[in-house]
């Protein structure tokens, strides 16, 4: 698996993927209903194991690939072992990077339907999304109510993600997020 370089942007944008964060979302809940068999932390990543059913490794393929394709930090191996379709990730070396992972690895658990959900998930982090009317570009800034874990503040310029992004970027998977302080 080819990791990306340490100076990849953390950023998910999905302006030009073929679904919504929302069908994404959804989708996620229901390949993790279907199939999924259990979830573990590798030396270098993740993993997410499931029945290898017909249709699920292709399913897992598209979905890693169109992940890869928004949120380029982001490695990922798909294969088939035995009965089993094994999705392995891994992240740049960057905090931001590690957080978005562990928020993957938590997704099982915490997949939620609507942005909505999203919003009252990430809450007690202190952290509120807005997102435009097409649904596709979040942004999440500090509300000062944090009665959680912090995800951190990402230092440095960020000159190299693009002109529409500035320092002190977060992400969370398939968002693109911009910490307004």
């Known amino acids: 698996m080819d990791i990306p370089a340490a100076s990849t942007p953390i950023v998910c944008d999905m302006t030009n993927a073929p679904d919504t964060a929302e069908e994404r979302l959804a989708e996620y809940q229901h390949l993790f209903t279907r199939a999924l068999i259990g979830r573990e932390r590798t030396p270098g990543g993740i993993r997410f194991r499931f029945h290898a059913e017909p249709g699920i490794a292709p399913w897992v393929r598209d979905l890693a690939a169109r992940e890869k394709a928004c ?11 035995g009965d089993e379709v094994v999705w392995d990730a891994a ?21 939620v339907a609507s942005l909505d959900e999203l919003r009252q998930r990430l809450a007690p982090q202190g952290l509120d999304i807005e997102s435009n009317p097409a649904g596709t570009i979040h942004r999440v800034r500090h509300t000062g109510n944090h009665t959680g874990v912090h995800v951190g503040d990402r230092a440095g310029d960020a000159s190299s993600a693009g002109p529409e992004l500035g320092p002190g970027l977060h992400s969370i998977p398939r968002y693109r997020f911009t910490v307004e302080a």
């Open 71 to 81: 949120c380029a930090f982001f490695a990922f191996e798909v294969s088939t072992r």
């Open 91 to 111: 992240v740049s070396d960057d905090d931001d990077a590690r957080a978005t992972l562990a928020e993957l690895y938590a997704l099982p658990d915490t997949a």
